[in-house]
């Protein structure tokens, strides 16, 4: 949201005071006569000057770019990123032209003042930057609705998001019991099996010891009494079997 605490208008206003300043040597550098030191030490300080607010508007257009991916996170929208690109664009026309006279005129020592005549007024063509902020003044304040109503829908998102927030905590703490009440089921499940396999192991035990009995039983019969417990379990199964399917 463009504001007086938007870092973009802080660095803004020092790139255009150096703007500024390298405007103001540039012209001093045109009145100065040709092969004297203090051009020469004009002429580096211009070119170095050029270097300096090149960077810091390539950063700022990087910074841009950055903004552009997502404007609502940072409060603004197209239309304040398209000013900002057209700002640091005409920025970059007025520094490029700067450099170009001065090169130009470094080039030909003093022997084509028309060239370098001609580099200043297409220099002198470029918008400045602070008439377009005035002329851009007002129209800011026409968008002072729009941008209060954009704060608006800010904050109600961000209500939104609470609430939102608030109902997943909800479910988690849902979610969260039911998993104890799972816990609580497996646990007694597991009680259980405990149960169920100390009963097993206990009907392992009277089984095999009734194996054991009926072995001995078995063996001090002998031959003739197996025979005859063999055929009494014949009979007794045909017997039972007689009354449960035939009856």
């Not at 997502?70 to 409060?75: F, L, V």
């Not at 729009?146 to 609470?162: M, T, V, W």
């Not at 009926?214 to 197996?226: C, E, L, N, S």
Request: with cysteine; proline share 2%; glycine share 6%.
């Amino acid at each position: 949201m463009p504001s007086a605490q938007d870092p973009f208008y802080v660095v803004k206003e020092e790139i255009q005071e150096s703007i500024d300043k390298l405007q103001s040597t540039f012209h001093q550098w045109e009145h100065i006569p040709s092969n004297t030191g203090e051009r020469v030490n004009l002429i580096k300080e211009l070119l170095a000057g050029c270097e300096s607010i090149e960077w810091q508007v390539d950063e700022l257009d990087k910074a841009i770019a950055v903004a552009a991916r997502d404007p609502a996170w940072y409060g603004i929208d197209e239309v304040e990123i398209e000013k900002r690109r057209r700002w640091t664009g005409t920025a970059r026309t007025q520094v490029r032209s700067v450099k170009k006279a001065v090169e130009a005129g470094k080039e030909s020592n003093g022997t084509s003042s028309t060239s370098v005549n001609g580099m200043h007024r297409e220099l002198m063509r470029l918008p400045n930057s602070h008439q377009t902020d005035r002329s851009n003044k007002y129209a800011g304040e026409d968008d002072d609705d729009f941008i209060a109503s954009e704060s608006d829908r800010q904050l109600l998102l961000i209500k939104q998001q609470d609430e939102d927030l608030d109902e997943l905590g909800a479910s988690l703490v849902r979610i969260g019991d039911v998993g104890l009440t799972i816990h609580d089921e497996l646990l007694g499940q597991e009680k259980i099996l405990d149960d169920l396999g100390m009963e097993m192991d206990s009907t392992s035990n009277r089984l095999d010891f009734v194996q054991k009995k009926v072995a001995m039983v078995m063996k001090k019969a002998g031959i003739k009494g197996q025979i005859m417990m063999i055929l009494f379990l014949v009979v007794l199964f045909i017997v039972l079997f007689v009354l449960v399917f035939l009856t």
